[in-house]
Every structure is written in C-alpha cells, then in structure tokens.
C-alpha cells in the first residue's frame, strides 16, 4: 500500500518569499513517482511537477523545484518568490509501478497556502 | 486544445434519483479514471478504464457504475445516489510526457450534492 503524508494543513506566507511544502510517502514499490498539484479556489487540478524514483536530479518547472530525499522518503515543494496566485490548495501525490496497469495516483489531504501581500 | 471535459460542473440533485456524469477527453488516452474529493481525505479513486471495454474498481467504488464504450468517453454513473455521494468529483487521464512520463491531467471536476 502507499501512503502520502502531508503534514502542514495551512502556510501563511509573505508575498515573494520562498515556500516550502511538505510531503513524505511511504510506499514497497522500487520505482514509482510523486507529483504535485495545485488546486485554486475555482476548484482544478493543476499539474505542477513531477519526479520519477530513479531520476538523479530533483525536478524544476519555472519557480517550482521539487526537493526529493529518497533515502529519508520526502518530496517536498518549492516555490520561489511567492504570488498572491499562489495561494491555493496543493496536493501531494504518487504513483506506484506495481499496480498492474492501473495509474492510480494515492494522494495526500493537501496543504492550503495562502500568500499575504 | 487537448483537455479533459466534464458535465455537468454543478448539480444538486435528490437521493435515489439517477444521474450520470460525462467525461470526454480529447487526447486518444487508453487510461481514464475517476476519483472523489472530500476535505481532510485528498483525492481517492472510484473506477478506472485501461481501455475500451476495460474497467475496474478503485478505493472507493461501493454507489457507482461506469462504462467504456468508446475510447474518449468514460461516464460516471450514480443508479440511486444518497447523501453521503455528496462531493467533487474529478474525471482524468494520462498523458505520455518526454522519458515515457505518465502524468494525470485532470477534468474541471463536478460539484454534486444530494439532498
């Protein structure tokens, strides 16, 4: 079974400071991948990031990086120099190899993060 | 544009009443699925299709149906819906980024709620 674990429910964050959100998981599989998505107030998922289990390099997408500590099982969002339209709901999440076809992604309960002007 | 589409995007509706929610996507995606979202528990996932004529139960199937008749077209089906169906409901498919990268790209979600 996998499990992600989010333990930040909301973050408060001054306007173009750094954030970091975090995340660890807990899955047997040998390879597997994590995301991050991002969830406004209208309610879509936004796919941010991806890192896949075997990669050598932690993942950037613009001002997104994901720091990904395989031995300490923790991959955690960062966002440099935060946005007011950062502020969101972001979820946490990963894909199993093992799941015999099925793409399922086991998702985390989300940290809301708001950005304060 | 490649999307995922989903409708109705609202509904309130009444328990035991029948409804189906439709999902389309675009892109000639063997997988499809469905998931729920409801606060403090993420996303879980309801059914999935690996393709046509292929569907299988997720986490949380116990109230739903789907079917996979066709390749773009994966519905989402509610024969007697009760209060506690009562969520957002997200339709998604995977898309084959470079490196063989399978990455979900999700719908608009459906708000349902159930007298």
């Known amino acids: 079974a996998q499990k992600i674990t989010q333990t930040q429910p909301g973050m408060f964050v001054q306007e173009k400071e750094a954030v970091t959100l975090d995340c660890t998981y807990d899955t047997s599989d040998p390879s597997y991948g994590l995301f991050w998505y991002k969830q406004p107030s209208s309610g879509e998922m936004i796919f941010l990031i991806y890192?896949?289990?075997?990669?050598?390099q932690n993942a950037t997408e613009g001002r997104y990086s994901l720091n990904f500590q395989k031995a300490r099982k923790s991959a955690n969002l960062v966002i440099s120099a935060s946005q007011l339209g950062d502020s969101a709901m972001y979820f946490c999440?990963?894909?199993?190899?093992?799941?015999?076809?099925?793409?399922?992604?086991?998702f985390g309960t989300g940290t809301r993060l708001t950005i304060i002007p | 544009e490649a999307q995922v589409t989903q409708n109705p995007r609202y509904l309130i509706t009444v328990t035991g009443k029948k409804l189906t929610v439709t999902c389309s996507q675009n892109m000639n995606h063997e997988y499809m699925s469905w998931y729920r979202q409801d606060p403090g528990l993420g996303l879980r996932q309801i059914y999935y299709?690996?393709?046509?004529?292929?569907?299988d139960k997720g986490d949380v199937p116990e109230g739903y149906k789907v079917s996979r008749k066709e390749k773009r077209n994966f519905p989402l089906i509610l024969e007697s819906p009760s209060p506690n169906q009562t969520s957002l409901y997200f339709c998604a498919s995977s898309l084959r980024l470079a490196g063989a990268r399978l990455v979900q790209f999700f719908g608009p979600g459906t708000r349902l709620t159930v007298l």
């Open positions: 999440a990963m894909r199993g190899d093992s799941n015999f076809g099925n793409e399922k992604l086991t």
């Open positions: 890192q896949g289990s075997y990669d050598q």
């Open positions: 299709s690996m393709n046509v004529e292929v569907t």
